[in-house]
């Protein structure tokens, strides 16, 4: 028994190592074709077909590059920081619910568990920018976390109306309630606070605020070169990934097919969560590059003056039509 | 406005003897009157030319074999009216540092003074009284020649630069902090130093930033990180050989510093070039202008975190670039006009190529126009931000655009009606803000007048006509002043002939220069954020900056 679940942990293991890795090099590419289809240009075409193995040939190189550790950085919170940022976004994978009854593990905590973990990959991040001894990363850092603790209420209270409705935690019971109509049509508003959210929690454009390129160079990973910076990437991909996919399975009804009568394709359930999946996840490269950055004040303030209070009333409007609906 | 000139005029006589006060012909020289003043007089009369108008355009030396001549020139915004103001200084038989003797400083009345004169100082060895600041400005602060003084021989340039790893490790020692003189730190302040290496100072520029928190409290550019010394550069090559240096000072619009050298040279021989020269030439600046335009807004966006525009931008340019090439043979560096004429005439298929391409880049405008200019985020990132107010614009010598969105609606090609632009019909847009979104704007409303012009020229354009002409080789004895509009600002030569072969002294007054210094008044209460949108809304291009 013991043996059993040893043996599972490993399997399971494996295979979302796997999936990330390719996942995040399928996105890299994705995110190189969507910009360049946006910025009038071709994108990666040359290597392998379509310009697939680019991204592999790009890991290759990140793999073999020198580490280099700054001589003023401490060296062990240093080596920590990227394995504190990608580890928890891998974890994540640990309850998506692929199709019906086919998730690793269905816990009762549900999606708390995935925002409960990504808050332990903004300690890696602070923890980046502090030891790396830089006042660039340092800055970067610094408004990570403001950004992060920030995003983290409107994000939660914006899926408090979807809880309410399918009164459950669980990700799985949450599609099951959406037999017959997806959360995003009584839930639009939470949706777009959710996604708005979601984009500033992963530091994704235009909330990419901490490592602003254009003003901290590369924020909170200035100093980190090779396969530490790759983890960061990694982190930051897989996170854009999980997000998308709890949005996917929260408003669009998870591994359901869409309710059209002449396509009767019930049965390819994993199929269509990701085709949800990758299309929240276009929409979030298409908003990278249409919009400019914000500064970080005005990011505070869209955060407490704007999406805070328009979540609350979501909740409130929830728990109204409830009530009005139902009795 | 006329009667205030001569008011200037009449108060100088009255401060300096008659006779050093000289009425010089405007076509020729650039300036309408020339007075040599007395050292102690200089502060007083620096204060007279502020409070009637007039801004601080251009401040340098010449090394005389007798004495050393401080050459100011002021300029107003609504009418031509440049006057230069001279000081002799004795040379200094024992003087340590290059013999220009202690000058009286400007500084406290017109800003741009302070950097004008460190260069004076470094390149000449003049000192001056009262200066803030009298460090090395260009050149390395361990360097101990004075490399403008005719009696530097450049023997002594080789084992000051690349001496030995030590001067090299002292200025290493730069970066860690070393408090300029408007900076002083308070407790858990700290400073940040932004470049020379930074994706966003659109060259090698380091700004010093002295930050609480995100806050900025002060900032300092430190320039001449791509020194190359034109003007020493020019005093040893003859007028023809300088061509290529204009080319390079302003890589991005090298067209109007073309267009600068040859009507100074013009203007002093007395020749006039054929109409399709100067059709030709106001085309090529035109485009150029618009180039230049947009490889700002590309950039600009860039720094304010928008990606994409920078391709659909780079996508027009070349375009243009496409089109320069066909006259010029160049795309970047131009090096196309002569004295009286052009290295070559356009090729026939240019008109066409033009007018195909001004309606495809009016539509551009309008995709600028829903994508950017309309972008919320964009509005509130750059309304009320960096407030450059007349005051600050008058008292820094800022000019072109970064001048207009203050409200000042001065403009070279309209004051000094050179070329064929008296002739045209275009309005010179301005906005009344003074913030980086004005900039913006008013840059973007430029592109479309610079179209404007474009559009006429193609349709004046005299079928034929001489591109060359036969001219002398040296400049008559003298002293010239031209200025030209290019896509920065009013780019001003000061040329002292001796009727030589090679130029005297050549002075170059390029806009940015001016424009940076007046970086520190706009960004104090800013965040770090808005720092890089500022300086990236005064469109610098360091190499013209640092010369």
């Not at chain 2, 090394?63 to 002799?88: G, M, Q």
């Amino acid at each position: 028994m013991i043996l059993n679940e040893i043996l599972k942990i490993i399997l399971y293991g494996t295979l979302v190592i796997l999936f990330v890795s390719v996942n995040a090099l399928f996105l890299v590419w994705m995110e190189r074709r969507v910009s360049a289809r946006i910025q009038l240009r071709r994108g990666p075409i040359h290597v392998g077909w379509q310009g697939l193995l680019q991204t592999v040939a790009d890991a290759i190189k990140l793999l073999t590059k020198e580490l280099v550790t700054p001589s003023h950085a401490d060296k062990f919170l240093y080596w920590l920081a990227p394995v504190l940022v990608f580890a928890p976004a891998v974890a994540a994978f640990l309850i998506l619910p692929l199709a019906d009854h086919v998730v690793i593990r269905d816990l009762n905590i549900g999606f708390l568990f995935v925002f409960s973990l990504t808050n332990v990959s903004f300690i890696g991040i602070f923890i980046a920018g502090w030891s790396s001894n830089s006042k660039y990363a340092l800055l970067g850092s610094m408004r990570a976390v403001a950004q992060n603790i920030s995003y983290e209420i409107p994000l939660l209270l914006s899926t408090m109306g979807v809880v309410m409705m399918s009164e459950t935690l669980k990700l799985s019971g949450i599609v099951s309630a959406q037999a017959t109509t997806w959360f995003v049509f009584p839930q639009f508003l939470a949706f777009v606070i959710f996604i708005i959210s979601a984009l500033a929690e992963a530091n994704r454009a235009p909330f990419d605020i901490p490592e602003a390129e254009s003003e901290l160079v590369a924020g909170f990973h200035t100093e980190y070169s090779g396969m530490r910076f790759a983890l960061f990437f990694l982190g930051e991909y897989t996170a854009v990934f999980i997000s998308s996919a709890i949005a996917a399975a929260l408003f669009l009804g998870g591994w359901r097919e869409p309710a059209v009568p002449w396509i009767s394709l019930a049965n390819l359930g994993p199929l269509w969560y990701l085709l949800k999946t990758y299309a929240i996840v276009f929409v979030v490269m298409w908003i990278r590059w249409t919009f400019p950055r914000l500064r970080s004040d005005q990011l505070m303030a869209l955060a407490w003056k704007v999406l805070i209070p328009l979540a609350l009333l979501n909740v409130f409007f929830t728990a109204l039509m409830m009530q009005v609906f139902e009795k | 406005m006329i009667a205030t000139e001569k008011d200037m005029k009449d108060w100088l006589i009255e401060v300096i003897k008659p006779e050093e006060m000289n009425d010089r012909d405007f076509l020729k020289t650039g300036v309408f009157f020339e007075a040599v003043v007395p050292k102690n007089k200089i502060v007083e009369v620096a204060r007279e030319f502020l409070t009637q108008g007039y801004f601080l355009e251009s401040l340098t030396a010449v090394d005389f074999a007798e004495c050393f001549e401080i050459v100011y020139h002021f300029n107003r915004w609504d009418l031509p009216k440049r006057a230069c103001v001279k000081v002799v200084a004795a040379k200094e038989t024992n003087g340590i540092d290059g013999g220009a003797g202690v000058m009286p400083t400007i500084s406290s009345i017109y800003q741009s003074a302070d950097w004008f004169e460190r260069e004076i100082f470094e390149f000449f060895g003049a000192r001056f009284d009262g200066h803030p600041n009298l460090k090395r400005l260009l050149l390395p602060e361990n360097y101990r020649s004075f490399p403008l003084l005719k009696s530097f021989k450049g023997e002594a340039a080789g084992s000051d630069v690349t001496q030995s790893l030590e001067l090299i490790k002292e200025y290493a020692h730069e970066f860690e902090v070393k408090t300029p003189h408007s900076i002083t730190k308070k407790e858990n302040d700290y400073y940040l130093n932004l470049g020379p290496q930074h994706p966003s100072t659109h060259g090698v520029l380091r700004v010093l930033l002295h930050l609480s928190g995100e806050r900025v409290l002060g900032a300092e550019p430190i320039i001449g990180y791509s020194h190359r010394h034109h003007e020493k550069m020019m005093e040893i090559q003859n007028y023809l050989a300088c061509w290529p240096n204009f080319g390079r000072l302003d890589y991005v619009g090298a067209m109007s510093y073309n267009f600068g050298y040859a009507r100074l040279i013009e203007r002093a021989m007395g020749l006039t070039p054929s109409p399709r020269v100067e059709h030709i030439r106001v085309l090529t600046s035109e485009l150029n202008h618009i180039a230049s335009h947009l490889l700002w807004m590309g950039t600009f966006l860039l720094d304010l975190g928008a990606f994409t525009p920078f391709f659909y931008c780079f996508d027009d340019r070349e375009n243009i670039l496409d089109i320069l090439e066909m006259a010029t043979g160049e795309r970047l560096t131009y090096d196309y006009f002569r004295f009286g004429g052009l290295d070559r005439d356009i090729p026939t298929e240019i008109i066409p190529a033009v007018k195909k391409f001004i309606p495809g880049f009016k539509k551009r405008l309008k995709d600028y126009h829903t994508l950017v200019t309309k972008n919320p985020i964009f509005e509130q990132r750059t309304k009320g931000l960096g407030i450059l107010t007349k005051e600050n614009a008058l008292k820094f010598g800022v000019t072109g655009p970064t001048l207009r969105a203050s409200g000042v609606a001065m403009d070279l090609r309209r004051q000094e009606s050179y070329s064929i632009y008296p002739e045209l019909d275009f309005n010179i847009p301005t906005a009344t803000d003074g913030d980086v979104f004005s900039r913006y704007l008013v840059r973007v409303r430029e592109m479309e007048e610079s179209l404007k012009i474009i559009q006429q020229v193609c349709e004046r354009m005299p079928a034929s006509g001489e591109v060359k002409m036969k001219v002398p080789k040296n400049v008559p004895k003298g002293e010239y002043y031209s200025a030209v509009e290019s896509a920065r600002g009013s780019f001003g030569i000061y040329l002292v002939s001796d009727g030589t072969l090679n130029p005297y002294r050549i002075k170059l007054r390029t806009p940015s220069f001016s424009n940076l210094s007046a970086l520190k008044t706009m960004v104090p209460g800013c965040l770090v954020s808005d720092v890089i949108a500022i300086l990236g809304s005064i469109d610098i291009v360091l190499p013209e900056i640092d010369r």
